[in-house]
């Protein structure tokens, strides 16, 4: 019966089971917000401008420069292993760091009405500083595990990499 599924669905059932309970849980999350507030077409609109300003927008955009700068540090064959972890420390906290911004734009970036301080009794002017420490922590957590590993990452820039097996 597994196999089954496997087949037809593509992975196994503790990834079926995962990915249904993220929906519940986003869609109890959205049907929360939608009841809370007195503009719940507002909420709507930002969802569909957020999904087609990343499929129109974003996407090609970070597709683009994950591509120049990925071209950038990974010229010429001679430690790439080194070369790829370091570009994916780059891009690991750039990612976290880009949603987060994408995610809390208005209240960074300051179009938040002024109904978020009177509604929540918190000031919308932290918000700026906050995202940018945060990123710097992120880049500097990032910087921090790649001299750590950097170690074991030329040990095995050294060695020849593995080619796949082919089959008959």
Same mark, same amino acid.
């Given at each position: 019966m597994w196999g089954r599924l496997r087949e037809g669905y593509g992975a196994g059932p503790l990834h079926? %089971? *995962?990915v249904v309970a993220t929906f519940a849980i986003a869609a109890y999350a959205l049907e929360r917000a939608l009841e809370l507030t007195s503009n719940p077409d507002r909420i709507v609109l930002w969802l569909g401008a957020s999904i087609v300003a990343h499929d129109l927008i974003l996407f090609p955009?970070? *597709? %683009?420069l994950g591509v120049l700068v990925a071209g950038a540090f990974l010229r010429g064959d001679r430690r790439s292993r080194l070369r790829v972890a370091a570009l994916n420390h780059v891009r690991v906290p750039a990612l976290f760091s880009g949603v987060l911004l994408l995610v809390w734009y208005p209240l960074v970036a300051g179009p938040a009405d002024? &109904?978020?301080t009177r509604l929540t &009794?918190?000031?919308k002017d932290v918000y700026l500083e906050r995202w940018l420490l945060l990123s710097a *922590?992120?880049?500097a957590a990032s910087a921090v595990v790649f001299v750590l590993r950097l170690p074991a990452l030329r040990r095995a820039a050294g060695r020849p990499g593995r080619r796949p097996r082919r089959t008959a």
């Open positions: 079926l %089971l *995962a955009l970070y *597709a %683009l002024r &109904g978020f &009794g918190l000031s *922590a992120l880049f």
